[in-house]
């Protein structure tokens, strides 16, 4: 498994994470077995949040895990907070108790990497940075970051906290690649032209921003799985010829796709499936040529200019 220096922090971690947000459903004989093809296979970075599972997902992990001191050097743990019942949270107060509530949950001292998640509009950047700055200097945590966030919200944090941001965690993958088509299609008057997130992905690579994939199988917004789908035909064929090709699964050539851009993303498998995750596992191994890539592009339904 290859590993990739996180925002150039000198965290380096393995390039494909596990995302534990449904971990809440795995028995702990489940996910311990879970957490150990993980580790086997070379992957040392774990995705958390407190609301998964209602806090859930943690005490499963950590219970899982037997968590102790030199397991716990063994991996790479982040959390995220800022999301409540109908509402988003940034406050200093709801951070700290978010932190404290995750550390208790996770059973360790200390968490690697802290995300905002989702943006709150009523943000108050000051509070945020107050909040990183006890963390920080209490030792509960090492490193921050944000989820969903574009150029111009990293850049007011960056205004006021004293910390390196990271991370910037974003929907990527063959079915939700709208960070890459605007940069393709510049000045064209197509709907692939539109920038909508700010150009991200060129600010992350400028800024030093780790860009963490998330759900990178699906297509839409949670609307489904586009591999093995007889909606998408086309890209199912292309991905299963390059997957015989390369003597992996399709899995991993949908993995392999992000993992062969430059920016030097991370991928974030969220499958509770521990063969499914070997298979996942394998892309690190695995190099696609340029005409490849452009290949899955374009089955995947985009149109180079």
């Not at 940069?183 to 064209?188: D, L, Q, R, T």
Request: hydrophobic letters at 40%; charged letters at 25%.
């Amino acid at each position: 498994m290859k590993t990739i220096n996180l925002g150039n922090s000198n965290l380096f971690a393995s390039e494909i994470s596990l995302g534990c947000m449904r971990m809440n459903d795995l028995s702990i004989d489940s996910a311990r077995e879970l957490i150990h093809t993980a580790l086997e296979g070379g992957i040392d970075f774990f995705d958390h949040a407190d609301i998964y599972g209602q806090g859930k997902s943690e005490e499963i992990f950590a219970k899982a895990i037997g968590m102790n001191a030199d397991v716990r050097e063994q991996m790479k743990i982040q959390t995220k907070c800022g999301i409540r019942k109908d509402f988003f949270d940034f406050s200093k107060e709801h951070i700290l108790e978010s932190v404290d509530g995750s550390l208790k949950r996770l059973q360790t001292d200390y968490i690697d990497v802290l995300l905002l998640h989702r943006p709150d509009t009523l943000v108050e950047p000051e509070e945020v940075a107050d909040a990183f700055r006890i963390l920080h200097e209490s030792g509960k945590v090492n490193h921050f970051g944000v989820s969903n966030q574009n150029p111009m919200q990293i850049e007011l944090l960056k205004k006021y906290v004293d910390q390196p941001l990271i991370a910037n965690q974003l929907q990527f993958g063959l079915k939700h690649s709208g960070m890459i088509d605007a940069g393709i299609n510049v000045n064209m008057v197509t709907d692939a032209a539109t920038v909508r997130d700010g150009s991200i992905l060129d600010y992350s690579r400028l800024h030093d921003m780790t860009i963490q994939a998330w759900s990178p199988y699906q297509y839409g917004f949670f609307e489904g799985v586009f591999l093995d789908n007889d909606k998408f035909p086309e890209l199912n064929a292309k991905i299963d010829e390059l997957a015989e090709a390369k003597g992996v699964t399709n899995m991993a050539i949908a993995t392999a796709w992000i993992l062969r851009h430059p920016a030097k993303m991370q991928v974030l498998a969220g499958t509770m499936n521990a063969t499914r995750l070997k298979d996942i596992a394998a892309a690190s191994d695995v190099t696609l040529s340029r005409k490849e890539w452009y290949e899955l592009y374009t089955a995947a339904g985009n149109v180079l200019p």
